[in-house]
């Protein structure tokens, strides 16, 4: 690789507000509340972000979502952009602020998502949401929720692999078991296989507890060059490597339902960060369904291709397992705000790799992975974070 | 908040562009357009107007034979909001055609335990509006 970003840029602050059901407060609101916690974490003053990513809040009517925060907490940024690749968003922002900070274009970007599609979507959001992101000729008139690209997926993986409901639903077991030990989480009482298979089919092969949550909410990050970073903290995170892949927008284009580009984005980021699957201690999986994290631990690398299902039953993505995986209790059981859910996934990873974690904190985590994906797996975005030590 | 306004209640429709025009043409007589390609031969689904393969614009429209497919399938429960609250449960499917383009369409009727993957299927197109009708999918009686 000719340009690496490895160990230039740090993450110094993150910071969220409220999640699960937050009623009467407004996406720019809650966002905003998100800063300036991750400020707060950074010991830094708002007037140091010279640069803003953000994606859209469905149930916001801005369009530029990342220029009405920046008026909403008074700033001017010679950088802003508001992202839009889906569930996707948070992994390409990060990398994009990396990328920015690298080339000189912005010094400290703020990285910050929110909605609240739980309680603030009017019954026309709520459709937009739903439906818009699929095509509206060639999709949408035979009733394709986005959720029916990623069931059609699943279900062929089924066919090919012999991978079994209850393989998907210790899925939601597992994060469900993480989301207990996590202080905000939106649901953790525990659930068994049985309760995810006698829950009400949705788009089959999957049912509700397969699907994620509805929430509100929102998240900052904070990123800097790794120059500047020790200023803000003692343990800054590094990105070690960044990679995306964008390989169809049509479900029916993707080219293999049951491989992505995931192993794509995966393989350019280790690439960068001169690491494999084997060396990463802790992730965090955008977990729109429960067969999407099976796929995903396939196509990042973590078990072979047709074997995640007996990989999860084996506890290889829990404590003492191979992978840790979401133990904050991703989008199944921690919060599911839309556009911004992926953005706890690197809140999480980040607060494992800071050693902050407390009861629920991985061993010895040195190396982290997030990735994030959106749109029946149409777009695909990994990160590799790491502590100084890997740095 | 629970206010249901007119629009939501309204199925998406398509609206034909200069790409698609013909496609949704066909389809009201009947006929499912795909483009075949004179310079390299692809044979492609949706319309557009240079070859995804090879750039060419050398692309004849032939209809399809009608047969194909299912390459994966989801029957769905909950509807995707108001406007497909009387429909569910419906089953989308993954066809893929006999010329070799897969598409996406829905399965005419409710026969969901008839369904499995690879078995074949054949083209019905159904009338949902004046100037649309949309190429649906029913089982292939062996
Ligand atoms: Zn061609």
């Not at chain 1, 192993?263 to 999407?292: H, L, P, R």
């Not at chain 2, 993957?117 to 004046?130: E, G, M, N, W, Y």
Request: net charge negative.
């Amino acid at each position: 690789m000719a340009n690496s970003l490895r160990g230039k840029v740090a993450i110094v602050g993150v910071g969220q507000s409220p999640t699960g059901r937050v009623p009467g407060r407004s996406p720019l609101d809650l966002t905003a509340e998100a800063t300036l916690n991750a400020l707060a974490d950074a010991n830094m003053e708002k007037a140091e972000i010279d640069g803003v990513l953000t994606g859209n809040a469905f149930a916001s009517s801005f369009h530029r979502f990342s220029v009405a925060l920046s008026e909403y907490l008074n700033i001017q940024p010679s950088y802003s952009n508001t992202l839009q690749v889906s569930g996707a968003t948070a992994g390409a922002a990060v990398n994009t602020a990396a990328a920015a900070i690298h080339s000189g274009l912005a010094d400290t970007v703020l990285v910050a998502c929110g909605d609240s599609l739980l309680t603030g979507m009017t019954p026309d959001m709520a459709m937009r949401a739903m439906t818009e992101s699929r095509d509206q000729q060639y999709e949408m008139p035979f009733g394709i929720p986005v959720a029916n690209t990623f069931a059609m997926t699943a279900h062929r993986h089924m066919k090919e692999y012999g991978t079994t409901s209850e393989q998907m639903a210790q899925v939601a077991v597992t994060f469900r078991e993480h989301a207990s030990r996590t202080p905000g989480a939106q649901k953790t009482e525990l659930i068994t296989v049985d309760d995810v298979i006698n829950s009400k089919m949705v788009s089959s092969p999957y049912r509700k507890l397969d699907c994620s949550l509805i929430s509100d909410g929102a998240a900052a990050l904070i990123l800097t060059s790794a120059e500047r970073a020790l200023d803000y903290t003692e343990t800054p995170i590094y990105i070690l490597g960044g990679g995306e892949y964008y390989s169809h927008e049509h479900i029916f284009l993707m080219p293999e339902l049951t491989q992505t580009g995931a192993v794509n984005s995966a393989q350019k980021a280790y690439e960068m960060a001169g690491v494999t699957a084997a060396d990463i201690d802790v992730a965090g999986i955008y977990d729109c369904f429960t067969g999407t994290v099976l796929m995903m631990l396939e196509d990042l690398g973590f078990c072979k291709k047709g074997e995640s299902g007996s990989f999860v039953e084996d506890g290889q993505m829990t404590y003492g397992g191979q992978i840790p995986t979401n133990t904050h209790g991703g989008m199944l059981s921690y919060a599911h705000p839309g556009i911004p859910a992926a953005w706890f996934h690197f809140v999480e990873v980040v607060r494992q790799l800071r050693s902050s974690c407390g009861e629920r904190q991985v061993d010895n985590a040195e190396l982290g992975i997030v990735h994030t994906l959106g749109a029946g797996f149409s777009t695909q975005a990994t990160t590799i974070l790491g502590t100084q030590s890997t740095r | 908040m629970n206010k249901t306004s007119k629009d939501s209640l309204e199925k998406p429709l398509p609206t034909p562009d200069g790409d698609s025009q013909v496609f949704w043409d066909g389809l009201k007589k009947g006929e499912l357009l795909l483009q075949h390609c004179d310079d390299c031969g692809h044979v492609q689904y949706y319309q557009q107007r240079i070859c995804r393969q090879c750039q060419s614009v050398n692309l004849q429209h032939k209809a399809a034979s009608g047969r194909g497919t299912i390459h994966s399938f989801s029957v769905v429960y909950r509807a995707p909001g108001p406007a497909f609250k009387e429909d569910v449960p419906y089953a989308v499917l993954l066809i893929d055609l006999e010329e070799g383009p897969r598409m996406i369409s829905s399965l005419v009727g409710k026969d969901f335990n008839a369904l499995d993957f690879d078995i074949p299927v054949k083209l019905k197109t159904i009338r949902v509006a004046d100037e649309i009708c949309l190429p649906c999918f029913e089982l292939t009686i062996s």
